[in-house]
């Protein structure tokens, strides 16, 4: 199985921030990577898609970039809603399997 | 609009049994794949299960195998998930996902599944 790793597991940012996380893959995904938000007792929603595109509807300031088998998430001027465990999943081969998230707090 | 009701969840002794369902609507349900992921408490996601839009194909991840199984009735437009043999690491909420090219674009709510004795 590849296996998806997310750093760093945390970070304390404050609203206005230029944020950048990474997730890395145990081989070659191409571009077959995708990013969620998940706020504390919701559901997941779906962020970016096939490394770099954004699904409809997420604002602009999110943007992914990378293939094979590093990626990052990048959230431009963060707002308070933007605090949240990000995650990332790859797609390439079955299972499909999450990284562990990276949590944005507050700082 | 697309909606996912994530359902069945609940109360269930070790190596009992446990269907979840998930009603879809808003979108052409047979054109697309579904997934269940779940997440345990205090945890991260776990991917469980994949089947395709006909119902013909199936994937599941190895923790799973051989007690669970994904199912789908197209006429009604709802996604299963039976669950036997269960034991205390399957404690989680469960998410059904309308999939979209490999990765879920929309979730259901998640219902939650507690085995304990």
């Known amino acids: 199985d590849i296996q998806m790793t997310q750093s760093p597991s945390s970070l304390s940012a404050s609203v206005g921030d230029r944020v950048t996380f990474t997730c890395r893959a145990s081989q070659d995904i191409s571009n077959y990577l995708a990013w969620f938000q998940q706020k504390p007792g919701k559901a997941p929603k779906s962020l970016i898609y096939a490394a770099s595109s954004l699904q409809s509807g997420v604002p602009s300031r999110f943007s992914g970039s990378g293939s094979g088998t590093a990626f990052t998430l990048t959230i431009s001027n963060l707002q308070p809603e933007d605090f949240a465990t990000y995650y990332c999943?790859?797609?390439?081969?079955?299972?499909?399997?999450f990284g562990p998230g990276t949590k944005v707090d507050i700082k | 609009e697309v909606q996912l009701l994530d359902s069945g969840g609940g109360l269930v002794q070790p190596g009992g049994s446990l269907r979840l369902s998930c009603a879809a609507s808003g979108f052409t349900f047979n054109s697309y794949p579904m997934s269940w992921v779940r997440q345990a408490p205090g945890k991260g996601l776990e991917w469980v299960s994949l089947?395709?839009?006909?119902?013909?194909?199936?994937y599941y991840v190895d923790s799973v195998k051989g007690r669970f199984t994904i199912s789908r009735d197209n006429s009604k437009n709802t996604l299963y998930l039976q669950m036997n043999s269960l034991r205390a690491e399957d404690t989680a909420v469960y998410y059904c996902?309308?999939?979209?090219?490999?990765?879920?674009?929309?979730w259901g709510q998640g219902t939650l599944v507690t085995v304990s004795s």
């Open positions: 999943q790859h797609y390439n081969s079955y299972p499909f399997i």
């Open positions: 996902a309308k999939d979209c090219g490999g990765h879920g674009d929309y």
């Open positions: 089947i395709s839009g006909s119902g013909g194909n199936t």
